[in-house]
């Protein structure tokens, strides 16, 4: 693997420990996957970033890091935590969770961090251009900006994105490189157009394809669309990259003519469908995976409007603090059933202290609610879970 006089200097630690830890990560990671030396990036998003997933190990090395001097060299942002900063006691989180959960935000924001805490810095607050190397975690995020931007990245882990932040650049194999951007399988989709089919419809080509490439044709995602897709794909599979014809903006670079060709229609989705629900009969209900748009909250507060909430089944919707500001009015409304909460999800908040059924509109949640957060799921469409609290 080639390095500059540079890198190696910084490799042999006459520029300082943390960024020489740093660069040793860097390397390694390089070393494992063939690659040919670095590439510089012009962002980071970075994950590890709740007490739940990381613990008194990551605060730790948090710590040892932000001693060491480490600072980011590129613009940075950073995944939901385990709760929303203001309002963590409407989460049911004790004050001790509460307490290292901030030591750890304001240890990121030390290194020069930008505390966002949302999966979705693509709208509006870390936006990759076409082109741009970067170095994201958060698989559905990561997924978005290689397909729907034409940035480039690998499915970065958090301490291998933290450690490209510092440096400024990564180990350049994989999605960096044109030649393994090119789809591998072809899919016909054939979906009635709403956003939970879009949700299906990445859980079943994650579960058949695995981390292949998948050369949409049938469907015509925007944001929120994509964004599902995303998540879902990367979740049911390891899918870090898809192109849909007409959509995405490398899609037309590709001769698909020689590739296998994997029908998915109502049948495929609603075997993705019996696969995520399990019961129903749930205690809370968790929108917002990835976290919800300025258009999603609108849509809800739609559905909500003059209506009065009943029973006792809790609702949470998750989403960035820019835009739970930017949609103050419906907001209110949404408010009405249940927070609408910033910094935090379900999957990385440590609900199963409380809850043990919950209920989803997205198929990432309803992967990991049952692996990460010992939950029943539910995974339905919006309409259909309101309907619970109706
Ligand atoms: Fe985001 Fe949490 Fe889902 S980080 S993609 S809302 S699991």
Redesign the pocket.
Known sequence: MYLTDEEQVILDGEKGEGVQKAMELVVALGKIYGADGLVDITSAHLSGASYKTIGDGGLKYLEDMVNGGSKVSVPSTL??IGMDRERWAEMHISEDFAVKQNRIVDLYGKMGIKTTCS?TPYVGVNVPKFGDHVAWA?S?ALSFVNSMIGARTNREGGPGALAAAILGKTANYGLHKEENRAPTVVIEAEIEDTLFNHSLLGQAVGMRIGNGIPYYRGIKPGLEEGKTMA?AMAASGSVAMFHVEGVTPEASKYDISELEVIHIGEKELKDAYDHLNVTDDIQLIAL????LTEKEIHEIASLLKGKKKKGNVEIWF?TSKAIREKCSDDVRILEEFGPVLADT????APIEGTFSRTGTN?C??GN?LPTLCSQKAMCKDIAELLKVIQ
Do not use: D, F, L, T
């Open positions: 995944n939901p999966c958060e559905s998540a917002g995976c990835p976290h998750c999800c379900m999957v990385v997205s990432k949640a990991y």
